[in-house]
């Protein structure tokens, strides 16, 4: 009986050390040098010139908020096309609701402006 979890514990026992085993050989064979360059704070290639508690622009959300129901609406419309004919005029209806509050978001991030590029 036990014969039979011998593959899955082979297989636990070789991804934890293809895990393991890179991080151990750099944290080993990495040579170990800081100065003053590598241990300074780093942004973009020059020193931080604001605080980093500050305020982001609410377009970066909006943009966030677009990709999540346009990334949504693709992950649902493929399985849903698929099977149509199977699920019916039901099916057809409860995915028509769900376009319809996806539009609603989307109406919503046109008239913030979140479309507009400057």
């Known amino acids: 009986m036990l014969e039979n979890y011998l593959p899955v514990l082979l ?3 070789v991804g934890i050390a293809f895990g393991i ?22 942004e973009c290639g020059f020193e931080a010139f604001e605080d980093a508690r500050m305020k982001f622009d ?8 677009l990709f999540i129901l346009f990334d949504l609406e693709i992950a649902f419309l493929f399985p849903w096309a698929i099977v149509l004919k199977e699920i019916g005029v039901f099916g057809f ?8 509050i996806l539009v609603v978001g989307f109406i ?11």
């Open 58 to 65: 609410v377009r970066y959300y909006l943009v966030a908020i």
């Open 108 to 118: 919503y991030e046109w008239m913030k402006g979140a479309l507009e590029w400057e």
């Open 11 to 13: 297989f636990i026992f």
């Open 21 to 42: 085993l890179p991080i151990l050989a750099g944290w080993l064979l990495a040579p170990n040098k800081p100065d003053s360059e590598k241990l300074s704070p780093y």
């Open 93 to 100: 209806v409860a995915m028509m609701i769900f376009l319809g």
